[in-house]
């Protein structure tokens, strides 16, 4: 019997994004701190038949994210046999966390495995990118800079353990609807990759909690009001800091100590926030 490989799908956070232009191909040019979470999805994959299959609840079969990549790597490679792909679905959707980008790394990642490495890293990233521009993150995961469409990667020093509350709002966003929306009302801001390196190398958390931005901000609150409540509530519980994560709508704080998370997560679930999550900063 075909054995059962099996990898987490870590989400990811914006802990800087900005905006800095459009491109001729329809995209923005972006620059951004993108950072792991222990907030993940459980990627299954077996080898049966010779049917692409994708379960994942109510996002199975092709529309999903994860089945496209499997069927761009197996086009690939230039194999006709079917993949069982299983998805245990934990990040939630339109949320700024890129659930569905990391999905789709994980199967790139597993597929690599299963079939003994026939493609090397600029191979999985050039079919990564055709999935979508998160998806090269997902690749390497940690703590990036990234620019470009968000492909082109580069390592940061990794960030300090942080323990972060997630709270996702009853509404989602739809990511090109707020690039859209920026197009109209946004503000280009800059972040600096210096600073970046030193705050992270420092690993001084309140030194982080400082520099966050994001670009989405501003307009993503204006579609969903309720951000900026999260935030207000979120910087009410003492974390060091808040930001919308992507283009939202969930808002992270940084809390002080694991305990501290822990106690602003049954803060915000009394409030009446109902997604609320508590998850470590993830580094390799
Ligand atoms: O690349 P991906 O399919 O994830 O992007 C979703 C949408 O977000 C794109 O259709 C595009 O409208 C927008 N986008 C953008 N610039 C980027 C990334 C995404 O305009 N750098």
Redesign the pocket.
Known sequence: METLHEIFAYAKINLGLAIVGRRSD?????QSVMQSIELHDIIRVERLGNSLVCQCGELSGPGNLAYKAAALFLRNIEVNEGVLIKIDKQIPLQAGLAGG?SDAAAVLLLLNEIYQKPLNFEELKRIALMC???VCFFLTGGTMWATG??EELEALPAAPKMELVLVKPLDGID??KA?RRFDVLGRSGRINKEDWQIVLRKGQIKEIAALLHNDFELVSAEMVPEIYHVKQELLRTGCYGSLMSGSGSTVFGIARDKEHAAWAEQKMLKKGFSQVWCASTQNG
């Open positions: 329809g995209y923005h040019e972006l980008s979508g521009s998160d469409r968000g990511t090109s690039y």
